[in-house]
């Protein structure tokens, strides 16, 4: 498998998990978040990532969730399903479970908490990939695994059989754009494009789109790319400005949030604008209350007025 076997492109939500108040998973919640990204034209759905919450979920949980995301989005978008865990084991066994299902394909960082060398790096890819023949998106996550995945391990992991894919989070943009580079004609590679220097690098030397958490910005990343794709680059340029105006006023160079925790900002701001994001389950915490007018406010801002209830509701 390579680039050319999955349609891979353009923006996609990482999704979060819905929990209710007391944490249980809320399976309407999660089905009607799935169906609200169909319906906003997003061009495919990263579940169990790491805004999926997957470290608070039970083996059971993390089927479910898959499960519920393939048979909502019922084929009419790409869905890959995250696989991260701390062993080669039970990533395998995560990936056989969601090919099994019907997943388009699964996402594994590095194993979390180990810090593993280059060698190491490269080799679990390769364990994991070739037991597995599902297509594979790997993904590097400095600020959650603690190790930066290199350009040429990279270039490496896209001459493995099963991966079509790299998701870089470093928040290196030159970093990230020296990786696209080595590995775009082999594999589809998501990052952070939708800017002019994105944009003007991407149509030059390569990049598919972006993977952003959780999908606050699909009004503006959706048409972004269906402009870029038409070839109507100053439609997109407009669409790249409302588009970064809502990042700088929501997240951190670095990629935390400017007002709780990034999983637990993304929720409080999916119900102020009245999407079924649903609670955060602990480690994680809710936003704190008073942060609540300057998270709407900020919203607003970036052109997103927060949810006005009718009487029915």
Avoid at 85 to 103: C, F, H, N, Q, R
Avoid at 157 to 184: W, Y
Avoid at 205 to 224: E, H, S
Wanted: with cysteine.
């Amino acid at each position: 498998m390579e680039r050319n076997d999955v349609p891979w492109r353009g923006y996609w939500p990482a999704a979060p998990t819905p929990y209710t108040a007391d944490g249980r998973l809320d399976q309407d919640g999660l089905a009607e978040m799935i169906s609200m990204y169909v319906d906003q034209g997003v061009h495919g759905v990263l579940i169990n990532g790491t805004t999926g919450e997957w470290f608070s979920q039970t083996r059971t949980e993390r089927r479910t969730v898959a499960e519920i995301a393939v048979a909502t989005v019922a084929g009419r978008i790409p869905v890959v399903i995250g696989c991260t865990s701390y062993t080669p084991a039970e990533t395998i066994d995560l990936a056989e479970e969601v090919k099994a299902i019907g997943a388009d394909g699964a996402l594994t960082t590095p194993p979390p908490y180990a810090h593993p060398s280059q060698a190491e790096i490269y080799a679990f890819y390769e364990t994991v990939t070739t037991a597995v023949e599902i297509p594979w998106m790997a993904y590097n996550w400095p600020r959650g695994t603690a190790v930066d995945i290199s350009v040429e391990t990279a270039s490496r992991l896209a001459d493995l059989p099963n991966v079509v894919a790299i998701k870089d989070s470093t928040g290196d943009e030159l970093k990230c754009m020296a990786t696209v580079e080595a590995v775009a004609d082999r594999v589809r590679a998501f990052g952070r494009f939708i800017h002019p220097r994105g944009m003007a690098f991407m149509l030059g030397v390569g990049g598919d789109g972006n993977i952003d958490g959780g999908g606050l910005g699909a009004p503006f990343a959706v048409p972004y790319y269906d402009a870029v794709f038409a070839g109507d680059l100053d439609a997109a340029r407009g669409f790249g400005k409302q588009y970064e105006q809502l990042v700088s006023l929501l997240v951190n160079a670095d990629y935390s949030s400017k007002f709780a925790s990034p999983t637990s900002q993304l929720k409080a701001a999916m119900n102020i604008l009245g999407q079924p994001g649903g609670e955060v389950r602990p480690p994680l915490l809710p936003m704190a209350e008073e942060n609540r007018a300057d998270l709407a406010h900020a919203l607003g801002r970036a052109g997103l007025p927060p949810h006005q209830p009718t009487h029915k509701e």
